[in-house]
Nanobody, 119 residues
């Protein structure tokens, strides 16, 4: 059984920072890409960032320069550092990962973590 849990969300003032975590647990053989998405009630879920198993990140154009994506393979965990928070960053942030487990290979999603930016 593989589980993926996001954490680190909360209430932050505009201009502030947060670091989100995405931890994968279970009978894991390997993890390929780990990806971040976000969703608001008004928008469909949108891509935010991805990071390869080798640690190479890539970002949506609208977050470049403010978001930093990293991972610790030894901990099966990815991180999303959000800096210079803007009101538009308010959303539920989701992580997914391409996991090769004892039961097979699949993409797993977490339950999401809420980020709320206040003025």
């Amino acid at each position: 059984q593989v589980q993926l849990v996001e954490s680190g969300g909360g209430l932050v003032q505009a201009g502030g920072s947060l670091r989100l975590s995405c931890a994968v647990s279970g009978s894991i053989l390997s993890i390929n890409a780990m990806n971040w998405y976000r969703q608001t009630p008004e928008k469909q879920r949108e891509f935010v960032a991805t990071i390869t198993a080798g640690g190479r990140p890539n970002y949506a154009d609208y977050v470049k320069g403010r978001f930093n994506n990293s991972r610790e393979n030894a901990k099966n965990t990815a991180y999303l550092q959000i800096n210079s928070q803007q009101l538009e960053d308010t959303a539920v942030y989701y992580c997914n990962a391409d996991v090769r487990a004892l039961s097979g290979t699949a993409k797993f999603w977490g339950q999401g973590t809420q980020v709320t930016v206040s003025s």
